[in-house]
């Protein structure tokens, strides 16, 4: 992959050869070709959990979106942040605070549900 990422600009400049898909796609291709990897062990090193979980959040955050509940948590934080005073630093904070007690309900609860 290296290689590829070293002589790939030089050689092929009107076509972005040094991204990080072409290059482990290509190096991934050549691991199987080559036999170093077979194709089980190839499906076997991803992760299907997390491909789920990201599929999933896209059709929930969809669905939030389409039912109107993420314009209200939103007007909520900022009549929250209005309310006590904090000012834009202490709306992103909130924000932040909710995005990481999502992540973590996410991390506890996604083992239940497997």
């Given amino acids: 992959m290296l290689i590829i990422v070293a002589i790939g600009p030089p050689l092929f400049p009107e076509q972005n050869m040094s991204s990080l898909l072409v290059c482990g796609l290509v190096t991934a291709f050549t691991m199987v070709c080559f036999r170093i990897l077979s ?12 491909y789920v979980t990201i599929a999933c959040a896209f059709g929930i955050g969809k669905a939030m979106e389409n039912s109107g509940l993420a314009s209200i ?29 999502m992540v973590v309900q996410l991390q506890l609860m996604f083992p239940i549900g497997m």
């Fill in 39 to 50: 194709q089980q062990e190839c499906r076997d090193a991803i992760n299907w959990e997390v």
């Fill in 73 to 101: 948590i939103a007007d909520g934080l900022v009549s929250l942040g209005n309310s006590l005073g904090i000012g834009y630093a202490g709306l992103y904070g909130s924000v932040y605070l909710a995005t990481i007690c």
